[in-house]
């Protein structure tokens, strides 16, 4: 071992010199969080991890970036949001925090019932159902105003009366 190496025999000497005096906030500065009766592991600081978030120093997280079978309500649910966030907002924006949040909250939500190990592949298939139904909306809104970019204002009856561009000139429903 090579002087000043810290390692994981030494390391809860190195803090308690620096002024860390716990040995479970030792713990949770190097990453050994503790896993309480909620499922979701606590570092000590007062964040919370939901189990199976956490991607560890040197693990590939591209192996999460994949899509897994979600159930249909979840996804219904994801896009409703889209649609009425993308609506209520009337300019292809997203409003910073209150938007992001409420999607974020169904998401956690659905993940309870999903096994800890298969999280983060269904956090990033739910991901690209919101993106690609915002990408979608926006694409379609510009088909309809030439010339329109985010963040400006336009007709939402260009949405609402098209059922968000699922329903054709001839009323036939053509589910995105």
Known sequence: MR????????????????????SA?????????????SGQA??????NYEEGMVIMEGEDASKYNKIVPVSEKIKDKIIATVRRQFLDNGNGMTKTGTDSAELAAI????????????????????CQIQLSEAQRLVN?????????TNGQQFDRSI????????????GVDVKA
Do not use: C
């Open 3 to 22: 002087i000043g190496e810290i390692n994981q025999d030494n390391y809860k000497q190195f803090l308690q010199m620096l002024g860390v005096k716990s």
């Open 25 to 37: 906030t030792l713990d949770a500065l190097m990453g050994k969080g503790v896993v309480g009766n």
């Open 42 to 47: 606590s570092n000590n600081f007062g964040h």
């Open 107 to 126: 998401m956690k939500d659905y993940r309870k019932n999903i096994p800890p190990n298969e999280r983060l592949s269904v956090s990033w298939t739910l």
């Open 140 to 148: 379609y809104v510009k088909e309809k105003v030439p010339g329109w």
């Open 159 to 170: 949405l609402t009366d098209t059922n968000f561009g699922t329903v054709s000139k001839d």
